[in-house]
């Protein structure tokens, strides 16, 4: 866990997109819905901004475990745990 930063909720687990912009991780997130109208399964994805504290350094293409927390900006919203996997 990084530094005071409390984490509540549910963590997922993503792949780091992108790392362009200080402090913050861009993560794309797979998950599978379904469609009872059809009687299918959908993939889909969703892109989550979460912070990226110092201590951990998340880096394109590794595998992490982001935790909700307090609202940080406007977009984020969750940080970065750990890393489960280094790219």
């Given at each position: 866990?990084?530094g005071?930063?409390?984490?509540?909720g549910?963590?997922?687990?993503?792949?780091?997109?992108?790392?362009?912009?200080?402090k913050?991780v861009?993560i794309?997130?797979?998950?599978?819905t379904?469609?009872?109208?059809?009687?299918?399964?959908?993939r889909?994805?969703?892109?989550?901004?979460?912070?990226?504290p110092?201590?951990?350094?998340?880096k394109?293409?590794d595998t992490?475990?982001?935790?909700?927390?307090?609202?940080?900006s406007?977009?984020?919203?969750?940080?970065?745990?750990?890393?489960?996997?280094?790219?």
């Open positions: 866990m990084h005071n930063l409390k984490t509540h549910n963590e997922i687990e993503g792949i780091v997109v992108s790392d362009k912009a200080p913050t861009i794309e997130h797979a998950y599978a379904f469609l009872t109208k059809y009687e299918r399964s959908l889909k994805t969703s892109r989550i901004a979460a912070y990226n110092e201590c951990v350094k998340a394109t293409g992490v475990i982001i935790a909700g927390s307090r609202r940080l406007k977009t984020k919203s969750f940080v970065v745990t750990k890393i489960t996997k280094k790219a």
